[in-house]
C-alpha cells in the first residue's frame, strides 16, 4: 500500500475512534496479505500468535492547518456529545500563537455561540490575560493568544468529558498544538493538564509547575470557572503566579 493510501485509512480508523492495531506475524505478510489492510479489527487475530499491540500516534498531515483541521472535523459525530451540542466550538484567535490556553470543554455560552471562554470565566480568563500583561508590562491583547478546549462540544450539564471522549476529540486539539506550534501552553484546569500529560494527578499539585506535551512546554493552572467560587482567593493569587510564569517564558 502506498505511503498515502496507508495514511488515508490510518486516517479514518482514527475518526471512528480505533487507536490500536495489531500486528500480524511475518508468516501473514510471506503469503502476501497486507497487514495493515488485512488486520485492523483492533482485536488479536484468532489464527495468529498475538504480537504485541501498536497505539497509533495521532496523525497529523503534513502541512496540516486550523483551516484543514476545521474542514476535518466538519458536522462532527464522532462521539456523543455532538446529541446535545447547538455549535461546535473549534477555538479561536490567532494561528500563529506563541501561547495557547487550553480548557476543558465548552459551557452553555460557549455552546451558544460557538466561541470558547466567552461567558463568565471566559471573561474572567480574557481580563486575566490582559490585565496581568499589562501589569508586567507585555503589550498582549486576547486575540493574540489561541484559546481551545480539549472536547469542541458541551457535555451535558457540564460534566467532565468521558475518557472516550477527550480520547477521540483529543486527536483534534492535538493537530491544533502541532500546526500552531506555540512556545507555550497553558493548560487550564485538571481535565486539560491530564489530558495533555497523561498524568493523574490533580490540578492542585500539577499548578504552577512546567510540564509537557510532545516538547512544548505547558504550565497548569486553574480552571477559570473554580476561581470564579467566591472561597478561592488563595486560588486566584496562585493562578495569577502561573500567569505571570507563563506570560515572561513566552514573551520576554
Ligand atoms: S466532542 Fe469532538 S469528537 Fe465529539 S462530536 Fe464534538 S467535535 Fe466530534
Known amino acids: 500500500m502506498k505511503p498515502d493510501e496507508l495514511r488515508r485509512r490510518l486516517e479514518f480508523y482514527q475518526d471512528i475512534g480505533m487507536t490500536t492495531l495489531y500486528r500480524r506475524p511475518a508468516t501473514a505478510l510471506a503469503r ?62 490567532n494561528e500563529r500563537a506563541p501561547l495557547v490556553f487550553v480548557g476543558e470543554g465548552p459551557g452553555a455560552d460557549e455552546d451558544a455561540q460557538g466561541i470558547p471562554f ?43 468529558p468521558e475518557a472516550d471522549e477527550m480520547e477521540i476529540c483529543g486527536q483534534f486539539l492535538y493537530r491544533q498544538l502541532s500546526a500552531i506550534a506555540p512556545k507555550a501552553i497553558c493548560a487550564l484546569g485538571g481535565t486539560a493538564a491530564r489530558a495533555l500529560t497523561g498524568r493523574k494527578e ?28 467566591p472561597y478561592n482567593q488563595d486560588a486566584k493569587r496562585e493562578a495569577w503566579e502561573d500567569l505571570k510564569k507563563v506570560l515572561h517564558f513566552v514573551y520576554d
Not at 34 to 49: F, W
Not at 122 to 143: D, N, P, V
Not at 144 to 160: A, F, Q
Request: glycine content about 12%; aromatic content about 4%.
Open 32 to 93: 502476501g496479505t497486507d497487514a495493515a489492510e488485512a488486520d485492523v479489527s483492533g482485536a488479536p487475530p484468532a489464527s495468529a500468535a498475538v504480537q504485541p499491540s501498536i497505539s497509533l500516534p495521532p496523525l497529523e498531515p503534513s502541512g496540516d492547518t486550523l483551516l484543514r483541521i476545521l474542514e476535518d472535523i466538519g458536522d462532527c459525530r464522532r462521539c456523543r456529545l455532538h446529541e446535545g451540542r447547538t455549535k461546535l466550538v473549534f477555538g479561536v484567535g
Open 118 to 160: 466567552v461567558g463568565r470565566a471566559g471573561q474572567l480568563l480574557t481580563q486575566m490575560i490582559e490585565g496581568t500583561a499589562k501589569k508586567e508590562g507585555i503589550e498582549l491583547r486576547r486575540e493574540d493568544v489561541y484559546i481551545c478546549n480539549v472536547v469542541k462540544c458541551r457535555p451535558p450539564g457540564n460534566r467532565t
Open 202 to 229: 490533580g490540578v492542585t499539585k500539577m499548578r504552577g509547575r512546567w510540564l509537557e506535551w510532545r516538547g512544548i512546554p505547558v504550565m497548569v493552572s486553574y480552571h477559570p470557572s473554580y476561581l470564579l467560587r
